[in-house]
Nanobody, 125 residues
Framework: QLQLVESGGGLLQTGDSLRLSCAAS????????MVWFRQAPGKEREFVAVISGSGSSRYYAGSVKGRFTISRDNAKNTVYLQMDGLKPEDTAVYYC??????????????????WGKGTLVTVSS
């Protein structure tokens, strides 16, 4: 079993930066593909960023590419999402997720095996 706990969300303004963290426990972490999703009010949950188990491969949604950076520290069983140049359209609940086995790259919502409960990021203009 795996537990994922996000932290770092908050209320900020356009252009601000924020780093989200996701702490994992309960099973081997380095073998997991880790993914960030987000869900804005009234919208479907969407892919944001993904990182391979070793951290050697990363992929981003076009809407965040160049502004967000996903990283991981396997010694700490933690994945991060550094968000720079935030925009109001980034406002969403951000979810950490884990994919035990490769399915698609990037994974979709129905591909992941574990979810965190989410952390809210609100960006005002």
């Amino acid at each position: 079993q795996l537990q994922l706990v996000e932290s770092g969300g908050g209320l900020l303004q356009t252009g601000d930066s924020l780093r989200l963290s996701c702490a994992a426990s309960g099973r081997t972490f380095s073998s997991l593909t880790m993914v960030w999703f987000r869900q804005a009010p009234g919208k479907e949950r969407e892919f944001v960023a993904v990182i391979s188990g070793s951290g050697s491969s990363r992929y981003y949604a076009g809407s965040v590419k160049g502004r967000f950076t996903i990283s991981r520290d396997n010694a700490k069983n933690t994945v991060y999402l550094q968000m720079d140049g935030l925009k109001p359209e980034d406002t969403a609940v951000y979810y950490c997720a884990a994919d035990v086995n490769y399915s698609r790259w990037p994974p979709r919502t129905d591909d992941v095996d574990y979810w965190g409960k989410g952390t809210l990021v609100t960006v005002s203009s």
